[in-house]
């Protein structure tokens, strides 16, 4: 592995290649083991061939977004990670509004603004890549982001450039075909109306305010951590068990909101993960619940 290591960072030399780089330092938990390789790609035709020349030399490839909704195990992970956040293009034309993976939601939602085009407006707080949205269909206060793409970009493990329909994208709750199929988003097509500019900011702000509110942002965290179950709502039943503010090592579910686990001071993921066991463990055996995790989680164990 070390010399297939070596051929990549060589091959891409003029680059941002960096070895055993600890991924604590891209995590919005803050937490994460070191990736042997990490790549930062400048484009589309970058991304393809870091991708041919990982499956050449044999490197497993790993791409992640903002990885705001992640945990990384704290034994890291092998093989090459791409970071997409130096392909990070907008563009409008007429109502669809073009993003690149790597921009930021924050910023595409207030490229939407600008332009006078309504429909993305519930995303405007979500701290996540386009790419990574697409990848979970990311939502919040009502909207999802499947309600209003309309084709996505995405290039296949193999290096083929494809484009899906919103339909071919199985969109579902917290789900797209990227989960399965392990295709790399390059871009998303947003179609959207055209709106009055003062009603779009009055709508994202009321969002912005009510994230501010109840949401522990003052904390490093990785956002909502379990899926809602049917018929139920997780922060109720994580409240209503007595667990907020349960902890382990630095990891502590959030006193503000039941739903986030945040990084109370050097947290490791296995204290993350510790404390999404026995929240699961607790909230089944006191309501026959099973909470699955929304979370992504990766990486090697220690």
Not at 169 to 180: A, K, L, N
Not at 182 to 190: D, H, K, P, S, W
Not at 215 to 243: M, N, W
């Amino acid at each position: 592995m070390l010399q297939a290591q070596e051929t990549f960072a060589e091959f891409f030399s003029e680059s941002q290649v960096l070895v055993n780089e600890p991924l604590a330092k891209y995590t919005n938990t803050k937490t994460g083991g070191p990736a042997e390789l990490v790549a930062f790609p400048r484009s589309y035709a970058e991304i393809k061939a870091m991708v041919l020349t990982a499956n050449k030399i044999g490197l497993p490839l790993t791409v992640i977004g903002n990885a705001s909704n992640l945990i990384v195990r704290d034994g890291g992970i092998r093989g090459l990670v791409l970071i997409l956040n130096k392909v990070k293009t907008l563009k409008v034309e007429a109502n669809e509004l073009t993003a690149a993976a790597g921009a930021a939601m924050i910023d595409t939602t207030e490229s939407a603004y600008q332009a006078g085009l309504a429909g993305l407006e519930f995303a405007a707080g979500i701290p996540g890549s386009v790419g990574g949205a697409i990848f979970m269909n990311a939502g919040a206060y009502g909207g999802e982001v499947c309600e209003c793409v309309e084709s996505v970009d995405v290039l296949t493990r193999t290096g083929e450039f494809k484009t899906y329909s919103n339909e071919a994208m199985d969109f579902g709750y917290r789900h797209s075909r990227i989960q399965q199929s392990g295709e790399i988003v390059l871009a998303a097509r947003f179609k959207l109306e055209p709106g009055s500019k003062k009603v779009i900011r009055a709508k994202m702000d009321e969002f912005n305010f009510l994230r501010a509110s109840k949401q522990p942002l003052e904390y490093p965290s990785c956002g909502s951590v379990f899926k809602r179950p049917v018929g139920h709502y997780t922060g109720k039943l994580i409240h209503d068990a007595g667990l907020q503010g349960y902890q382990v090592g630095g990891a502590q579910i959030s006193l503000k909101h039941a739903g986030f686990i945040v990084n109370r001071g050097n947290a490791t993921a296995s204290d993350y993960l510790a404390v999404i066991k026995h929240v699961q463990a607790v909230i089944k055996r006191l309501f026959d619940v099973e909470l699955e995790t929304e979370v992504r989680i990766i990486g090697e164990k220690k």
